[in-house]
């Protein structure tokens, strides 16, 4: 088995403004595994909030993990390995997605096939990122132009104050109009607990779906003043970062969202919808500043899924790789062995 990196520089259409900061641009680092003929592909998208902030980092962290020897070890080997050395679950993911897609290859499936999954079904959430209210309507505007478009998620907790997430909210309802596209919010934790109560009852009004982590990872202990009561169905997403979690917050939530980012890959994917089905909870798949390498594997396992937010790739000013794509709103595989996506050639950057 010879592993190889590529570093990638991602550049967004749309800069994406969440209660944390905003991103323009990011350095993904891509795995090519070649065994036997074959080639497959993982993809780490880094984060500060994730164990590695950089592409560096986290080749050198798998760098770590290879040079521990893995080639004889079981995809759940590797993962056990992975929690051992404690490498940083943004780089877990890459050779976890890299492991599954050249498990299904060899088997000449796909990888939803290979799991036992059906195929995805349901509708991607498109992401509205926090903006003033002119930008939003141009943007929804934009996003709504194409047709096969049902769903937004709205980015909310902004630095300036729930007045102001008001604003971006009711410019949305205004752009959406008479159009029957759901409106998803996700705070990601940019509200006190004061705040989230508020704002849960004011957009239940107005014809918001669901809440996401409305408050700070750290928070949860307050969950369950907010639970009770709740207008609005509560996910959590950073708060929810392994399976563990689930089994630690199911009492005071409605659904979990999980990515490969934040878990590790397709193992840990796995063993977190597992756990939240168990508690009755609604499932949702989300992703960060992934291409379509990431994105395909998220896919192949979101047949199962209730919520799903596939869609960085579709913000990508190009996207460097192909796989995934958009059919009838859903963010679809396409009929390849393993997960179908690949690093496009001439975005290869071998590191040595």
């Not at 080749?59 to 040079?67: A, P, Q, S, T, V």
């Not at 930008?135 to 929804?140: D, F, G, M, Q």
């Amino acid at each position: 088995m010879v592993i190889k990196f590529h570093t990638v520089n991602l550049k967004k259409k749309y800069p994406l403004q969440i209660s944390r900061g905003v991103n323009d641009r990011s350095q993904n680092l891509v795995i090519e595994i070649k065994k036997d003929g074959i080639t497959a592909w993982g993809e780490s998208a880094p984060g500060k909030t994730e164990g590695a902030s950089s592409a560096k980092e986290v080749k050198d962290h798998l760098i770590r993990l290879i040079n521990s020897d893995i080639n004889t070890l079981s995809i759940y080997e590797v993962h056990q390995r992975c929690k051992d050395l404690n490498i940083p679950r943004c780089a877990q993911a890459a050779i976890d997605v890299a492991l599954w897609d050249l498990k299904a290859k060899e088997a000449k499936m796909s990888l939803k096939d290979l799991l036992g999954l059906p195929s995805p079904q349901v509708p991607s959430s498109i992401t509205v990122g926090i903006n003033p209210p002119e930008i939003i309507k141009e943007r929804v505007e934009i996003i709504l132009s194409n047709p096969q478009v049902k769903a937004l998620k709205i980015k909310l907790g902004s630095p300036k104050g729930i007045e102001y997430d008001q604003l971006i909210y009711s410019q949305v309802i205004e752009s959406v109009g008479k159009s029957n596209v759901a409106i998803r919010v996700d705070a990601n934790g940019g509200w006190s607990l004061d705040e989230a109560q508020f704002m849960m009852k004011w957009l239940s009004q107005r014809k918001a779906e669901y809440i996401e982590q409305p408050l700070i990872e750290g928070d949860e202990d307050k969950l369950k003043f907010l639970f009770k009561g709740r207008p609005l169905p509560i996910f959590i997403d950073e708060s929810c970062r392994v399976a563990e979690d689930v089994a630690n917050f199911h009492h005071n939530v409605d659904g979990i969202n999980l990515k490969l980012m934040k878990c590790g890959g397709i193992t840990e994917a796995i063993k977190i919808l597992n756990v939240a089905k168990s508690h009755s909870l609604k499932t949702m798949i989300g992703c960060m500043s992934e291409s379509s390498i990431s994105i395909s594997a998220g896919a192949s396992i979101s047949g199962i899924i209730d919520y799903v937010d596939l869609d960085s790739h579709y913000n990508l000013d190009p996207d460097p790789s192909e796989g995934s794509k958009m059919e009838n709103g859903i963010t679809i595989t396409n009929s390849k062995y393993g997960h179908g996506a690949n690093l496009k050639k001439e975005y290869y950057d071998k590191i040595d």
